[in-house]
């Protein structure tokens, strides 16, 4: 059974800094794209960016390049997501998410296992 | 590439057929999915490819369309679809997703 396992709410400070993470199991971790969502109180989703954990390639929504950062241990099965300096507004709910890929004509991806999701409260 | 959806809310009974568009800003093809997320939860993938059901999803639910529209049809209601739906397209980086469409009961 696919599962990814998110780790538990955070409450921090502007300016702190945070690492979530999120583990997969029941497949095989290193060859599927892992996906970050963000989710503001009472809005909606927000394409984040992706990882490939086998060699830590990655994807970032211009909206948070240099925001964030992501990055996988393969050893583990883990993705994380990391901020250095937290802000009021990353105050949400953060998902992992696997990407499966479809390859025809072109290839495309889209998330077919979700973590349980991460809230991150920033409040001083 | 934007998209937006409408209606934005929709209040509906059991029994109703519902049906949900999604209008991309440039030409994506097919590269279209469909979430479904209830209140508290992860969302869940409903359909990919804008018309493929994603395994263990009730057939109630379709999809279709190409291009720059899109729609999801849930053909009969049921008190567990009750939630809210969003697309996300494929087709370019970064990769969007709608503003999504609340479904409540009438």
């Known amino acids: 059974e696919v599962q990814l396992v998110q780790s538990g709410a955070e409450v921090k400070k502007p300016g702190e800094s945070l690492k979530i993470s999120c583990k997969g199991s029941g497949y095989k971790f290193n060859s599927y794209w892992i996906g970050w969502v963000r989710q503001m109180p009472g809005k909606g989703l927000e394409w984040m960016g992706i990882i490939y954990p086998d060699d830590s390639d990655t994807r970032y929504s211009p909206s948070f390049q240099g925001q964030v950062t992501m990055s996988a241990d393969k050893s583990i099965s883990t993705a994380y997501l990391q901020w250095s300096s937290l802000k009021a507004s990353d105050t949400a709910i953060y998902y992992c998410a696997r990407q499966d890929v479809l390859c025809g004509g072109r290839c495309y991806g889209y998330f077919d296992f979700w973590g349980q999701g991460t809230l991150v409260t920033v409040s001083s | ?106």
């Open chain 2, 1 to 106: 590439i934007q998209l937006t959806q409408s209606p934005s809310s929709l209040s509906a009974s059991v029994g109703d057929r519902v049906t949900i568009t999604c209008r991309a800003s440039q030409d994506i093809d097919i590269y279209l999915a469909w979430y479904q997320q209830k209140p508290g939860k992860a969302p869940k993938l409903l359909i990919y490819s804008a018309s493929t059901l994603q395994s263990g999803v009730p057939s109630r639910f379709s999809g279709s369309g190409s291009g720059t529209d899109f729609t999801l049809t849930i053909s009969s209601l049921q008190p567990e679809d009750f939630a809210s739906y969003y697309c996300q397209q494929l087709s370019d980086f970064p990769r969007t997703f709608g503003p999504g469409t609340k479904v409540d009961i009438k």
